[in-house]
């Protein structure tokens, strides 16, 4: 069974940076398309960014473009979302998730197969 562990979470500023890593294990990390999505308290879980499996394409939510970047380590199977000039608008519990295959979107959450547990990222105004 693959597992996600995510890290990197935290408590800053407005304005501030985090970087939020995401391991796999137990699977071949290099056949995954990997996303980030996140919820924050009393919202729908929205997507936030995706990379494809090999890191040739990526993609963004419009409210996130421009100030975050997601990158992977296929050596160490690893995924990476770079936050930059973080506003309380970006507090949410942030989850990884991997799918396999060949889909239309990587922005639906269902399509996923495996998920993180999650790491809480909390930004003071």
């Known amino acids: 069974q693959v597992q996600l562990v995510e890290s990197g979470g935290g408590l800053v500023q407005a304005g501030a940076s985090l970087r939020l890593s995401c391991a796999l294990s137990?699977?071949?990390?290099?056949?995954?398309?990997m996303g980030w999505f996140r919820q924050a308290p009393g919202k729908e879980r929205e997507f936030v960014a995706a990379?494809?499996?090999?890191?040739?394409?990526?993609d963004y939510a419009d409210s996130v473009k421009g100030r975050f970047g997601i990158s992977r380590d296929n050596a160490k199977n690893t995924v990476y979302l770079q936050m930059n000039s973080l506003n309380a608008e970006d507090t949410a519990v942030y989850y990884c998730a991997a799918i396999f295959g060949a889909h239309s979107t990587r922005r639906a959450g269902g399509l996923y197969d495996y998920w993180g547990q999650g790491t809480q990222v909390t930004v003071s105004s």
């Open positions: 990379i494809k499996y090999d890191g040739s394409s990526t």
């Open positions: 137990r699977g071949t990390f290099s056949s995954y398309h």
